[in-house]
């Protein structure tokens, strides 16, 4: 699992949803060449499958079990930590079965306490994000959920609150207040700057806030960024409107670091 280098922050990121093989592989062979020259605990993210869509069009995935066994390939030959979404109890125990890391549970499906006691009890890592229509203090209830059924393997993370109907803003003073109840709180600089809802039935984003999204985070504290990166992000399949394109990936993880030591 993670390794915490002292006060460093540790990057979750990867594309959208494993689009295939060979596109998954290059990218994160490029993350982890970037993360390790820089000294960054990395954890590699791609969801097998995504259900939370905006138009039936919208792509979900190549299949879950050629989507999972990518994942696994890239574990092993990176050995690399990986996260993946889950969206129902079954696919808890399913994405356990081919050794998944961290068990993902979608801001949309935060308060579901079937979803939580299944990614509970698989005895996985579970980052919960917390809801668009939550509170920081909120997303207590939802970590509580998890550790009542014996796993305290708990991240909470960030991902913006619905502001209007095509909008979201980040209010960073919920980092430090997730913090009080004692997990890791990592902000999704991406998902953060989505503009959902839009009425040609894609999500809509702010990619050239990322850096304003990121340098905040990290100045209020963050212990992990959460990301999304992709080659060329305009032919991404899913959440292309809010990625980063690989190659901006190294120089802001450059200016992330230099935050993170003036702020200690």
């Known amino acids: 699992m993670i390794q915490l280098k002292g006060s460093q922050f540790f990057l979750l990121a990867g594309p959208c949803v494993v689009e295939g093989r060979e596109m998954t592989r290059e990218i994160a062979a490029r993350l982890k060449e970037i993360t390790t020259r820089l000294d960054i605990p990395f954890v590699f993210k791609a969801s097998y499958r995504k259900a939370n869509r905006s138009s039936i069009d919208s792509f979900t995935g190549i299949g879950d079990e050629a989507g999972l066994e990518i994942l696994q390939e890239i574990k092993e030959d990176f050995k690399l930590p990986v996260v993946t979404d889950i969206h129902s109890p079954s696919e808890a125990q399913k994405a356990a079965s081919y050794d998944v890391d961290i068990l993902q549970i979608p801001a949309f499906l935060c308060r579901q306490t079937d979803i939580l006691e299944a990614a509970a009890l698989t005895g996985k890592h579970i980052n919960i994000k917390k809801g668009q229509f939550l509170s920081p203090s909120a997303i207590k209830f939802a970590a509580d959920k ?53 009425s040609c039935g894609v999500t809509g984003g702010r990619p050239d806030m990322i850096e304003t999204i990121a340098k905040a985070g990290i100045a209020a504290g963050a212990d ?41």
């Open 224 to 264: 992990g960024i959460f990301m999304e990166t992709h080659p060329d992000p305009s032919k991404a399949l899913s959440d292309g409107a809010n990625m980063l394109r690989l190659n901006l990936v190294e120089e802001l993880l450059k200016k992330l670091l230099r935050i993170r030591e003036a702020v200690l």
């Open 146 to 198: 998890v550790a009542h059924f014996g796993n305290r393997n708990i991240m909470l993370t960030e991902r913006g609150t619905t502001f209007g109907y095509g909008d979201l803003v980040v209010d960073f003073r919920g980092i430090p207040q997730m913090q009080e109840f004692g997990y890791p709180v990592i902000l999704d600089v991406t998902h953060s700057l989505q503009q959902p809802n839009q």
